[in-house]
């Protein structure tokens, strides 16, 4: 008698869950995708691109000058004095090492404002999302590229997001 005490409320729960399971709506959106394909996303992308390439062309000449010294040190070491071999050493040194500081102080830069902008879009992306699922009843909307290993194609809202996004923060 104990045991049917406690089923019929536990048989009652899972009726309960079994039919707002049906009734819940779910979408998904694949936010690496979003990111990419909003206009802002890809205006980024091509700013961090210049940035890079700028930063780069300035690496290769410095690695280039540096090539040269190291070259021309190779050539004339045979005839140079010992401390005169030493410092131009410790110069070629000081060198690389000013190289390989530029170089991870690029890389930091260019990390940082890729988060940045990533970041900002992100937001914007969050709140376009919000007003879709609260627009289209959506009881939940998932970022497919998190942990989702399988979802119905037909419940990715991912164009739906970047479309509304574009109207809302696109150019005007």
Not at 29 to 41: F, H, I, K, P
Not at 83 to 107: H, P, S
């Amino acid at each position: 008698m104990r045991l049917a005490v406690w089923m019929a409320p536990a048989l009652l729960m899972s009726q309960l869950s079994i039919a707002n399971a049906a009734d819940l709506k779910v979408a998904y959106v694949d936010m690496a995708q979003a990111l990419n394909d909003v206009e802002d996303g890809k205006a980024a992308k091509a700013k961090l691109k210049a940035d890079f390439d700028v930063k780069q062309k300035k690496l290769d000449e410095l690695q280039q000058g540096f090539k040269a010294k190291q070259e021309d040190f190779e050539k004339k070491k045979a005839m140079m004095k010992d401390d005169a071999r030493q410092a131009k050493r410790e110069e070629l040194e000081k060198d690389f090492v000013d190289i390989q500081q530029t170089y991870a102080k690029a890389q930091r830069e260019l990390m940082d404002a890729e988060g940045k902008i990533t970041q900002e879009i992100a937001q914007k992306l969050k709140t376009v999302i919000e007003k879709i699922g609260d627009r289209d009843g959506y009881q939940m909307i998932l970022n497919i590229s998190d942990t989702v290993l399988y979802y119905k194609r037909h419940q990715d809202i991912t164009a739906d997001v970047v479309k509304e996004y574009n109207r809302q923060y696109g150019k005007k």
